[in-house]
């Protein structure tokens, strides 16, 4: 009987175990859901005070928190990564925004009109340039482990859309209308970070799926959807399709004047001037919207204007269409302004020979004479010839006259003689 007794209290024992730890676990769980709602409720009131660092740094808590817990893609960590992926957004943003105010007003100026010339070096600073090289070396060494160090760093661009990516799995893979809505908010949050980092067509994705869900759960005069519209136009407008981006302005447009005629019905049907406070205050702004958007829509309409007259420019010029007439002929007709080398005929300097081509110029080169061919006879009577040519061709009148002279000088001897013989 003790022996029964005993192994009946130790069968006992091991039975209570098991409910035991699981009922530590489950209270284990709701402390950890109920610190990480504490966690997310601190951290949107971060949020909406304008401190960002403190509200990312309380949702990274949460979201470490409830993955040690349940899982890092579990459904209990879909709206702390959300919230997280938004805060690391706007932490981007502000950051973006104060690096591009701390530029503003830097002058641009030259280096090398603020340093001296570091070519020539005086001999006094030899020495010292000598004992500075082992400085140099070991801060080139610090500041290349401080490069590594940045680039290993995660920009938080980067955790944002991984964040946000996980928060969208979670979402999508829910039926309800809720989850099915916040998984939009994901991919809108998701398509403002591809836009933030310039990568417009991931950007574009994400606001079409966005929009998809919206108009598949949303009322036709939600004013998620006049946000969405808008985001998608905006995107449309960097990738110059103007077109589809008037559309999606039009869209918006149209669900804010819904809005407004909801709105004007729900004040009407209020009792007194105090009733629907927060419905006329929404009411005003988007009055105040309305301008902006249409001032939106005719800027994409003169966008397509420039742009649509930028490419006929450049496909006239591709296409030739206005050199082709740039020169005319004499007789009024259009001529190519370039002619080809073969399309010009060359004269021959021989009669009988045909006609040549440019780029055959061996006639025009003048040869050599050979060695053996400059004799000092053939240059002693081209000199004898070329002094007889100077005398004949200078002295053409001096030659007549002495020709005259010497038929005067044989005619007197003969007129002698006559004369004599006449006198015998």
Known sequence: M??????????????????????????RSVDVMEEAKKLIGTGNR??????????????????????????????ECGEALFLCGKSLLELARMENSVLGNALEGVPEESEEEEQP??????ANNLDDN?????????????????????????????LAWEMLEVAKFIYKRKESKEDQLMAAQAHLKLGE????????????????????????????????????????A??????????????HYNSSIKVIEARLAMLQEVIDAAEGADGAAEERNEMEELKQLLPDIREKVEDAKESQRTASAASQAIQQTLSGASTSSAF?????????????????????????SSSKAVSDI??????????????????????????????????????????????????????????VQSSA
């Open 130 to 158: 000598d004992e500075d090289d082992d400085d140099d070396e070991e801060e080139d060494d610090d500041e290349d482990k401080n490069g590594e160090k940045e680039e290993d760093e995660v920009g938080n661009l980067q």
């Open 328 to 352: 005319p002929c004499e007789n009024g007709s259009s001529s190519s302004a370039f002619a080809t080398a073969s399309q010009i005929p060359v004269k021959s300097s021989n009669s009988d």
């Open 2 to 27: 003790p022996e029964e007794t005993s192994t009946a209290s130790s069968s006992g024992s091991a039975e209570e175990q098991p409910c035991s730890s699981s009922a530590a676990a489950a209270e």
């Open 193 to 232: 970070v591809g836009a933030e980092s310039g990568n417009y067509p991931q950007a574009l994705e994400d606001f079409q799926e966005c929009l998809a869900l919206q108009l598949k759960h949303l009322p036709p005069h939600s004013r998620l959807l006049a946000e969405t519209h808008y985001h998608v």
């Open 362 to 419: 061996s006639h025009l080169v003048r040869k050599k004479r050979k060695p053996e061919e400059e004799s000092p006879v053939k240059d002693t009577d081209a000199k004898q010839a070329k002094q007889e040519a100077t005398v004949n061709g200078s002295g053409d009148s001096s030659a007549s006259n002495g020709n005259g002279v010497q038929e005067e000088k044989s005619q007197e001897p003969a007129k002698q003689s006559a004369s």
């Open 46 to 75: 971060h949020l909406v005070m304008g401190d960002v660092v403190s509200a990312v740094s309380v949702f990274q808590d949460a979201c470490s928190m409830l993955a040690a817990r349940y899982g890092d893609t579990a459904d």
């Open 117 to 122: 010339n570091s070519n020539i070096e005086s």
């Open 234 to 247: 905006t995107t449309l407008c960097y990738m110059d399709q103007y077109n589809q981006a008037i559309q």
